[in-house]
């Protein structure tokens, strides 16, 4: 879509956010002086609201199954943090299945690859970047999440999920947002790349969310 409307020089204007209301009454109003360009706009509009549709169709589902006996509890829990929705709760639950599988947090941040390599060289250890190793999936999303918390620590969003929870996994969440919002911080003040930000923060909440899951296990 974005290749074709450059052609003739179109640029959507109308401001940052795309696929808004605004956005789709433009495409609308788009008119190619030749017949073919806009049937093929046409077909790529039609193309995108099937696509759409199909994934809210799928989100539905989701959120169905998330209400199942067997996920119903750790959905919940894990939607007390900032950043982890009920996709992003259910995709944890199904691709990590069972988190006290993991003895320890450091045990699930090296299953997922967020732990530096280490390189040994004359009785000296020096740290590298993260190993990458494991469930590539879950580390992805626990890195968008981590984005997250940039933002400066706030429950408006979070209220309506957290209620009927634990207090103490509201409290492991509560503390995860307030410390790697100020480690965000205080890294980026550093100078420190905010790509190498983000995964650290991410290796971070992933030990919060480990300690969330044995709580709720208890």
Known sequence: MSKLL???GWTWMGGKKMWGQGHRLWLRSLRFE??????????????IEHLEERLRA???????????????????????????DTLSAMTLVAELHDFMRFDSARGLMAYLGLVPSEHSSGGKEHRGEITKAGNRHVRRLLIEAAWHYRHRPSTLSLTKRRQGQSPRVVA?????MQRLHRRFTRMLERGKPRPKVVVAIARE?????????RQQAA
């Open 34 to 47: 030749h017949r073919e360009d806009q049937w093929v706009l046409e077909d790529y509009l039609l193309a």
């Open 205 to 213: 909440l992933t030990g919060f969310v480990w300690a969330a899951m």
């Open 58 to 84: 799928l989100d539905a589902q989701i959120e169905q199954v998330s209400q199942d006996p067997r996920y119903a509890s750790v959905v919940s829990a894990l939607r007390c943090f900032r950043g982890i």
């Open 6 to 8: 450059l052609r003739p």
């Open 172 to 176: 492991i969440a509560d503390k995860a």
